[in-house]
């Protein structure tokens, strides 16, 4: 999803590093580490020059895509690390948060950014998620969580961050509400300044809209064009749309679409 925008002033956490891109960001590519033959293990990269990258969402396989094979195995982190500079959760659901363990694992070391509830649900998940498919060792689970909690980064909704402080491509990020569980949102990336500015917006998991607990999400702002990909039974693979302003209500209202990217 992409249009011309001028990014807000963004927020930068005290006390928190931010990485500093060594070249001026080019055109973006979008590439997928799971939630691509089937609807679990999400996990997307947004790749903005050979060097820099974010993470959004980390997910564990579940279900037919971990039969007829060794379920360890599926889940390692193959993909390249050293370019990452964040991991972007969009909600602490096992099928978005479940490969952590193994990107820690990996050598993760940045930040985690995700709302302030996730931030509170997110060990628990994950300690849950240890203790049933990996191990009981109290020590190991500790160290897990301790390094997680170090990781991660707590964003209140409607704030930017920075992720790369560049003289004319940095990169921020907002969290806007999703309405799907607590603490669930998606994200608004914006690259670059000025009129060559740009804005990617990863959906996660959006709705329902009528939830007696939590707001209904609200659409971002409307821009020029964007790109949609939708899992489930229904594949929109990558079309271009004009306009968004309607759309999450078009795909929470008409099951069983769940959008993705």
């Not at 990863?202 to 659409?219: E, I, Q, V, W, Y």
Request: one cysteine or more; aromatic letters at 4%; a neutral charge.
């Amino acid at each position: 999803c992409s249009a011309n925008v001028a990014p807000e002033q963004p927020r930068r956490n005290a006390g928190r590093d931010v990485h500093v891109a060594p070249t001026v960001l080019t055109p973006l590519n979008i590439l997928h580490h799971g939630a691509v033959n089937g609807t679990t293990g999400s996990c997307h990269r947004l790749q903005l020059d050979a060097d820099n990258a974010i993470l959004i969402d980390c997910g564990l396989f579940q279900g037919a895509e971990t039969s007829g094979g060794d379920e360890s195995t599926r889940h390692q982190i193959e993909f390249r690390l050293d370019d990452v500079r964040a991991l972007i959760v969009t909600h602490v659901h096992i099928d978005h948060i479940g490969r952590l363990p193994y990107l820690l694992a990996a050598g993760f070391r940045g930040p985690i950014i995700c709302t302030t509830p996730s931030a509170t649900l997110l060990p628990l998940v994950i300690e849950d998620a240890l203790k049933v498919g990996f191990t009981r060792d109290e020590r190991l689970i500790k160290g897990a969580l301790a390094l997680i909690k170090s990781l991660t980064q707590p964003l209140d909704y409607g704030h930017w961050q920075t992720i790369i402080d560049h003289p004319t491509s940095p990169v921020h990020v907002r969290l806007q509400r999703a309405g799907h569980i607590l603490g669930s949102a998606y994200a608004e990336i914006d690259i670059g300044i000025g009129p060559k500015s740009q804005r990617v917006v990863f959906s996660g998991d959006l709705g329902a809209p009528h939830a007696p607990l939590l707001p209904a999400p609200k659409s971002p702002q409307p821009e020029p064009w964007w790109r949609i990909r939708a899992t489930k039974s229904f594949m929109c693979p990558m079309q271009t749309l004009p306009g968004l302003t309607a759309l999450p209500t078009r795909l929470m209202t008409a099951p069983p679409i769940r959008p993705t990217v």
